[in-house]
């Protein structure tokens, strides 16, 4: 009886672990038992949750911007105010230079990246039972950051932009010398100063995209150990105070990937 009950825990678990796929050679959706070794398989459902929350986080900003009023702002209205100002602060206090595209690159990076992560506060069986009850969807995961290959393409678009503030502010010849000159600004150094920035910059998207992922996988493996070994009448009394602290944790990692992307793009932005 124990080893059964273990037995049906540890497919309940590794069920959760698997991602609904998408062949792109075929178009076809693959099951839970295909174990791909291809470069063309792609997560669908983290990208289909992403889309989804971006277009909400869209249609709603648009909408409290569409009917804000200078004399009468609503409660709604006033709350976003306040995200949008708390934002701005931080881009004030730590991008020394005027740019069009910080703020509302952070505020983007802030929103949808915490609509991910709350993903995670609802039932881990919710959605995909009612997704195998209407479509037989075998398995699906609702929680894009909790998946490596989105946290790591955003990383790569935030590393994008870093090359790019480099090469726009300091040009080419200056970028090249400050992968070359420092920290060591002698001659005789160059090549120790270019292996010691590389891994250097490098290291910022792997830093950004690994932090995120490793936590939000973290807490999103603590709700499924909770579900998979308690009976149900039981499981809020671990679950409940784990998705309370959680909140801390989600809202904390939206903020320190927004903030270490300024942070990024102002030390790209300096000339030395």
Do not use: C
């Amino acid at each position: 009886m124990i080893l059964e009950k273990i037995f049906n825990s540890e497919n309940y678990i590794s069920h959760h672990l698997h991602h609904l796929q998408i062949d792109l050679r075929t178009l076809k959706l693959v099951n839970i038992h295909y174990t791909p070794n291809t470069f063309w398989v792609l997560n669908f459902d983290s990208i289909l949750f992403s889309l989804i929350l971006g277009i909400i986080f869209l249609l709603f900003f648009y909408n409290i911007s569409y009917f804000s009023s200078v004399y009468k702002p609503k409660k709604l209205q006033i709350f976003t105010e306040l995200i949008i100002n708390f934002i701005n602060k931080n881009v004030q206090d730590m991008y020394s230079r005027n740019s069009i595209l910080i703020a509302p690159l952070s505020m983007t990076i802030f929103i949808w990246i915490f609509l991910m992560n709350f993903m995670d506060l609802i039932p881990i069986d919710f959605i995909p039972y009612l997704l195998k009850i209407f479509f037989g969807i075998p398995n699906f995961k609702i929680v894009p950051s909790a998946d490596i290959n989105i946290t790591i393409s955003i990383s790569i678009i935030v590393f994008i932009l870093i090359i790019f503030y480099n090469l726009k502010i300091k040009g080419t010849i200056g970028f090249i010398k400050e992968l070359t000159f420092n920290p060591f600004n002698h001659i005789i150094f160059f090549i120790l100063n270019f292996i010691l920035e590389i891994i250097s910059l490098l290291s910022k998207p792997i830093s950004l995209s690994l932090r995120l992922f490793g936590n939000m996988y973290a807490g999103e493996m603590v709700f499924i150990l909770i579900s998979g070994l308690l009976p149900w009448w039981a499981q809020w009394v671990l679950s409940v105070p784990w998705a309370i602290f959680h909140i801390l944790v989600i809202l904390l990692q939206s903020f320190i990937f927004m903030v270490l992307t300024i942070v990024y793009l102002s030390m790209a932005s300096k000339k030395h």
